[in-house]
């Protein structure tokens, strides 16, 4: 079973946290593109989709990046090597011969991430500022955060009831009539909050927040403007439009 590791510093500031992003899933509804290249890879706007990515944290002050990678990983490898080249540190966590979830994924990664990290998914592109969030779940004292946008079934299912700042359930599967918004797709973690799921075993994130929820240990921190993502064709064509627009 894991162990929590080094605690993190009171002196600790937002952007001296590492960015773990998820990227190492099968990406099947975006297929045929991606049977042949990893989602990072997919062309938005002329440039591969982590590009935008990479761009976007580099602006916020987020220069240590960590990829969990699986499917066709070494194709990102190849092409983006150690970061350095766009003023960025990369190191990549490998899933190894078996796709070990979100949660299962950082686990693996907790040597790379250290006390604390951002946690961003592969497939979301969020122009927000990261620094308010980081600074909020530093101060909040918990050991998660998870961002929440009042969606209404808008964008995606809603999944979250939130109120009076405080994430009161979390359930993807569940669904109460509460549930006004949905899990934005950024959060923070201290490595404690994995303490007690298995090492290289497969473990959804969802899981690991639905614990914390449980013990009133997540942070909420909500967003008011809307989130873009290429999980979907639909989402991936909205985004292209969007960053051809800012461009012009």
């Not at 440039?47 to 944290?57: D, K, W």
Request: with cysteine.
């Amino acid at each position: 079973m894991l162990t929590s590791v080094t605690s993190v510093s009171q002196q600790t500031r937002p952007f001296e946290l590492p960015v773990a992003i998820l990227a190492g899933g099968m990406a099947t509804r975006l297929r045929p593109i991606t049977e042949k290249i990893p989602k990072l890879l997919v062309e938005v706007a002329g440039e591969p989709f982590f590009s935008h990515q990479l761009r976007l944290l580099r602006s916020a002050g987020l220069t240590h990046i960590v990829l969990c990678v699986g499917y066709l990983g070494q194709q990102i490898v190849d092409l983006y090597g150690d970061g350095a080249k766009w003023g960025v540190k990369i190191d990549y966590a490998f899933d190894g011969p078996k796709l070990l979830g979100t949660g299962g994924a950082l686990i693996a990664a907790l040597p790379k991430l250290g006390a604390a990290f951002f946690v961003l998914y592969g497939d979301s592109y969020l122009p927000i500022d990261y620094q308010a969030v980081g600074d909020f779940f530093l101060r909040s004292g918990q050991p998660g955060l998870m961002t929440v946008y009042e969606n209404h079934g808008r964008y995606d299912t809603s999944n979250v009831w939130f109120e009076a700042g405080e994430i009161k359930v979390y359930d993807k599967k569940n669904k109460v009539p509460q549930m006004h918004h949905i899990d934005y797709g950024l959060g923070v973690f201290r490595a404690a909050a994995f303490a007690g799921f298995p090492r290289d075993a497969v473990v959804d994130l969802a899981e690991v927040q639905k614990s914390l929820v449980a013990r009133h240990q997540l942070a909420g921190y909500e967003i008011k403007q809307r989130f873009y993502e290429i999980g979907s064709h639909e989402g991936l064509q909205e985004l292209d439009a969007l960053l051809r627009r800012k461009e012009r």
